[in-house]
């Protein structure tokens, strides 16, 4: 798991890559990311499978935000990103990952 942040100096936006490895999604077909920024929409932002057995996804976010997200594997799971820039309670007395850029 992983998050990578590219900062673009001529706009306002952050392109953010979330990477799941190969042995946390272990043989899922399907992941998707949701998130505030997509209103918690589990089929707007798919991920695609890598030949590595990873599952990435980039992403333009406003800079100079929070957001909270995670990670629905096929089976029903939730995953939170371990390196995220935080954690914080939800309502459904878990926690949601944070990408601060």
């Known amino acids: 798991m992983s ?20 042995d946390i999604v272990h043989s899922a077909n399907h ?10 929409d589990v089929e ?9 057995g990873e599952f990435s996804v980039s992403v333009n976010l406003e800079k100079g935000r929070e957001y909270q997200f995670k990670y629905l594997i096929d089976d029903g799971t939730w995953l939170n990103e371990k390196e995220a820039d935080k954690h914080v309670p939800n309502v459904f007395h878990s926690e949601n990952s944070v990408v601060i850029v």
Do not use: E
């Not at 990578?4 to 953010?16: A, I």
């Not at 992941?31 to 918690?40: E, K, M």
């Not at 707007?44 to 590595?52: A, E, G, H, V, W």
């Open 44 to 52: 707007s932002i798919p991920m695609k499978k890598l030949k590595s």
């Open 31 to 40: 992941v998707s990311l949701a998130g505030d920024f997509n209103n918690w």
């Open 3 to 22: 998050l990578k942040k590219q900062y673009n100096k001529k706009t306002p936006v952050c392109k953010v890559t979330f990477i799941l490895a190969k």
